[in-house]
C-alpha cells in the first residue's frame, strides 16, 4: 500500500486559469533577446539560493510578500526555531506566531494567513506534504495551490519553482514586473498577477526549470541594482536600446 507521501490526495475539482494568448512573435523575441543580454552580465545558470521543501517554501513565500529578503529570511528562521514543525504553527496561538515574525512587513495579517494556509493544505492531503505536486503538471499544480485562499500566482510560482520541487514555473515579482513594463514586455496596466502567464508565454515552452529560474532571476536582479523604482541607471543599462523608457529625464545619468 502506498505511503500517504506517495498517494496523490484526494480533492474537490480545481478549475484551470484561462490559457493566456499566444505571445506576438515581436514580443517574444525581444523577451529572448533580454535574456540572451542579461544571462552574463548575472552569471547564468544562476544557483538556486535555498533547497526547502515546498511546505517550507510556501511558508517562506507568504512571508516574503513586501518584505525585504534580509528580514523574511529572520522571520523564517524564527518560525523554524520557535515551532518544533509546521503542524505545531497549525496548533499555536496567533500572538505567539505574530511575535516570530515581528521584523516582516504587516506581522498582523501573514499570521493568520499563514496559519490558515497550513490548515487548509494539511486538510486537504491529509498532512503537511505537497510532494505529490510534482507529478502534476506546472498549470494543474498551480491551480491546486490557488484553490487555497491566500495563494496567489506569485506564491504558486515560488512554490513549483523554488522549492526542491524544481518544476518549470516562472514567478513574477516586483522588480520582474517593474523591469518587463518598461520594456514593454507587458502593458502599462498590467498588474503582477496577470503578468506571470503573459510572462510564461513569451519564453520557450520547452524551457527546464532552471531556464525560467535564471529568466526569473536576471530580471529581478537587473531591477534592484540596475533598473530602480526611482532614477534608474539608464546608463550603465545593457538594455537601453531595447527600453522604449529609457532616457526619460527622470534617469539616473
Known sequence: ?????????????????????????????????????????????????????????????????????????????????????????????????????????????????????????????????????ARMDVEAARAWLQAIPGIGPKTSAAVLSFSTLRMPALPVDSHHHRVAQRLGLIGPRVDVGPSHAILRAQLPAEWSAQDLYDNHEILMLHGQQVCHHRRPACGRCVLVDLCPSAMQPTREP
Open 1 to 133: 500500500m502506498p505511503s500517504a507521501a506517495e498517494r496523490t490526495p484526494t480533492t474537490r475539482p480545481v478549475r484551470r486559469p484561462p490559457s493566456p494568448a499566444p505571445a506576438d512573435p515581436a514580443v517574444a523575441g525581444k523577451a529572448l533577446a533580454v535574456h540572451a543580454r542579461l544571462c552574463p552580465v548575472y552569471g547564468c545558470p544562476i544557483p538556486y539560493f535555498h533547497s526547502l521543501d515546498p511546505v517550507s517554501e510556501l511558508v517562506s513565500s507568504l512571508l516574503s510578500h513586501r518584505t525585504r529578503n534580509a528580514e523574511s529570511g529572520r522571520a523564517f528562521k524564527a518560525l523554524r526555531a520557535r515551532f518544533a514543525d509546521w503542524d505545531s504553527v497549525i496548533e499555536a496561538g496567533l500572538p505567539e506566531i505574530e511575535a516570530a515574525i515581528a521584523g516582516v512587513t504587516w506581522p498582523e495579517l501573514k499570521a493568520p494567513r499563514i496559519r490558515d494556509v497550513l490548515r487548509a493544505v494539511r486538510e486537504r492531503c491529509g498532512s503537511l506534504d505537497l510532494a505529490f505536486l
